[in-house]
Nanobody, 113 residues
Framework: VRLVESGGGLVQPGGSLRLSCAAS????????MRWYRHSPGKERELVAV???????NYAGSVKGRFIISRDNSKNTVYLQMNSLKPEDTAVYYCNVPLRTDYWGQGTQVTVSS
C-alpha cells in the first residue's frame, strides 16, 4: 500500500489549496479514504472522510470550507480547502483503514500573511 500526498504550500488567510493523495496497492474504489491533520502541540484531527460510494463527513472546524472528493479512475482522493485560516496550518495526511491503517508521508500546509 502506498499513499502519496501533494499540493501543500504557503497560502494567505482566505486563500485556497487543493491537496491530492495518489493511492496504490489496494482496491481503491472499494475503500473509504480519510484526511487527517496534525500541528505541533495539538492532537491529530480527522478532517474529512469519503466512503467508497462517495458519502462524506467533516470535522466541525472545516465544515462548509473543505470538500473531500475522489476519482476512482485515477485512484486519487482530493481535499479542496477554501477560506483557509491560520489555524488550518498543519501537516495533512491521507489515510486508508484496511486491516491496519496506512498513511502517506504528509504535506505541509501553512496559512500565514
Amino acid at each position: 500500500v502506498r499513499l502519496v500526498e501533494s499540493g501543500g504550500g504557503l497560502v494567505q488567510p482566505g486563500g485556497s489549496l487543493r491537496l491530492s493523495c495518489a493511492a496504490s496497492g489496494f482496491i481503491f474504489s472499494r475503500n473509504p479514504m480519510r484526511w487527517y491533520r496534525h500541528s505541533p502541540g495539538k492532537e491529530r484531527e480527522l478532517v474529512a472522510v469519503i466512503t467508497s460510494v462517495g458519502s462524506t463527513n467533516y470535522a466541525g472546524s472545516v465544515k462548509g470550507r473543505f470538500i473531500i472528493s475522489r476519482d476512482n479512475s485515477k485512484n486519487t482522493v482530493y481535499l479542496q480547502m477554501n477560506s483557509l485560516k491560520p489555524e488550518d496550518t498543519a501537516v495533512y495526511y491521507c489515510n486508508v483503514p484496511l486491516r491496519t491503517d496506512y498513511w502517506g508521508q504528509g504535506t505541509q500546509v501553512t496559512v500565514s500573511s
